[in-house]
Every structure is written in structure tokens, then in C-alpha cells.
């Protein structure tokens, strides 16, 4: 199982970048996936969630509004679709699938992680 983030990048503040996350060794179409994202000396933070059909989701307050996730179940692939990029979002950029329970802004609900795209937004 495993999942491949890409798409990070250098961008401006203001710019955008699309990140998906690739997802093989088996179908994810019926997990929730996450996107989670770590800072220099942070802790993991929750970024945003998809429930498998793509009908709820949910954000941190911190990028409610700029950033969208969506996912393609025949693709196996889920994007984070990045807007209006500030400074403090630079970070690196995780995607996790299949929490054991309903607490999808927990870290350690998540059973499959990818390694990261690093995303630097330049003011």
C-alpha cells in the first residue's frame, strides 16, 4: 500500500498549487483521506479530510476558504487544490487514508500515510 504525494513547490504569496496524491497497492474509493501538513519545529497539523464519497469534507479554520479537497475514486487520487498562498502555509504536505474512527483531524487515526511534498510559499 502506498500513497505518493506531489505537486509541492516554490510559489509567491497569493499564488496556487495543486497537490495530489496517488494512491496504489490497493483501491482506497471507499476511505476517508486526509491531508495533513508539518512546519519547521511543529507538530503535524490537520489540513483538510474527504469522506469516500466525496460528499462531506472538511478544513482547518486556517485555510477554510483558499484550499479545496476533492478526490477521483477512478483514479484512486485525491487533490488539495491550493489558493490565495500565505507565507505560514509553507510546510511539508502529507496525504493519509483510512482513520480507524470519526476523528479525521487526528494524525494518529490514520493507518496509511504518503512521505510528503514540501510546498514554500516566498512573501
Known amino acids: 500500500v502506498q500513497l505518493q504525494a506531489s505537486g509541492g513547490g516554490l510559489v509567491q504569496a497569493g499564488g496556487s498549487l495543486r497537490l495530489p496524491c496517488a494512491a496504489s497497492?490497493?483501491?482506497?474509493?471507499?476511505?476517508?483521506m486526509g491531508w495533513f501538513r508539518q512546519a519547521p519545529g511543529k507538530e503535524r497539523e490537520f489540513v483538510a479530510a474527504?469522506?469516500?464519497?466525496?460528499?462531506?469534507?472538511h478544513y482547518a479554520d486556517s485555510v477554510k476558504g483558499r484550499f479545496t479537497i476533492s478526490r477521483d475514486n477512478a483514479k484512486n487520487t485525491v487533490y488539495l487544490q491550493m489558493n490565495s498562498l500565505k507565507p505560514e502555509d509553507t510546510a511539508v504536505y502529507y496525504c493519509?487514508?483510512?482513520?480507524?474512527?470519526?476523528?479525521?483531524?487526528?494524525?494518529?487515526?490514520?493507518?496509511?500515510w504518503g512521505q510528503g511534498t514540501l510546498v514554500t510559499v516566498s512573501s
Open positions: 493519509a487514508a483510512d482513520p480507524k474512527g470519526l476523528r479525521v483531524g487526528v494524525p494518529d487515526e490514520y493507518a496509511h
Open positions: 497497492g490497493r483501491t482506497f474509493s471507499s476511505d476517508t
Open positions: 474527504i469522506s469516500w464519497s466525496g460528499s462531506t469534507t
